[in-house]
């Protein structure tokens, strides 16, 4: 029987692994060169690839949005630097989708020729590919937490939108204290914790906040500031 090479996979709730590697930016230190920021860790299976185009296309139109949430964007394949450099510039000076056109990317995309990074995020799954990442995405916290997982396979593109959703619902939960309902939209109700007592579950039904909107003792709503 084959062994395969293992490869670790960090866990929500868990620090993300440190490194330090090059990159279309020059050398970064992770998480020494983010502290303080959230992160959007994201890798791909090839530069020169159709929908990794669209992809970083995407993600470098919405940098802007991303800078606002207090999150930097980094990038990952297993190629080499001048692959990625030569990638780069075709997308900004030939490629055109949707109303994209002349998109630079400027968020670090790092060289991981030898598989440490990505062996060490789990974005090599022999499954789908030996020699290729698939389409993990990391969302860190800025103290360096593994916050969410994203994974997709080789064949299909993210959607950005939901990764900027999921965002801003994790950054809402964290300074609310509250969770989010499914399909949530910033500005759409959230939800406040179950009780964790008897009596407050018969308060919350008993003598209702005028604030909160209980649907049973434990399903409550409450409007949130954007």
């Not at 997308?91 to 991981?112: L, R, S």
């Amino acid at each position: 029987m084959t062994e395969q090479a293992v490869t670790s996979l960090p866990l929500i709730g868990e620090k993300a692994p440190s490194f330090k590697a090059k990159t279309t930016q020059g050398e970064i230190e992770f998480p020494k060169h983010f502290e303080g920021k959230w992160v959007i860790f994201f890798s791909h299976p090839a530069d020169f690839t159709p929908v990794c185009t669209t992809e970083f296309m995407t993600f470098a139109a919405m940098q802007p949005e991303f800078e606002k949430l207090n999150c930097k964007l980094l990038g990952l394949s297993i190629d080499s630097i001048y692959a990625h450099i030569a990638w780069l510039r075709t997308i900004k000076e030939k490629i055109q989708y949707k109303d994209m056109k002349g998109i630079e990317v400027t968020f670090p995309v790092i060289e991981d020729l030898k598989m440490d990074v990505s062996k060490a995020f789990g974005m090599l799954q022999p499954g789908a590919s030996s020699t290729q990442a698939v389409r993990a995405v990391f969302i860190i916290d800025p103290k360096g937490i593994v916050r969410a997982i994203l994974y997709y396979p080789l064949s299909n593109g993210r959607n950005m939108e939901e990764v900027k959703r999921l965002l801003i619902a994790m950054q809402t939960s964290d300074k609310h204290g509250i969770a989010t309902p499914a399909n949530w939209q910033p500005g759409d109700d959230v939800i406040v914790p179950p009780p964790g007592s008897c009596g407050v579950a018969k308060d919350r039904t008993e003598k209702p906040d005028p604030d909160v909107r209980c649907l049973d003792w434990f399903m409550c709503l409450k409007k949130c500031p954007k």
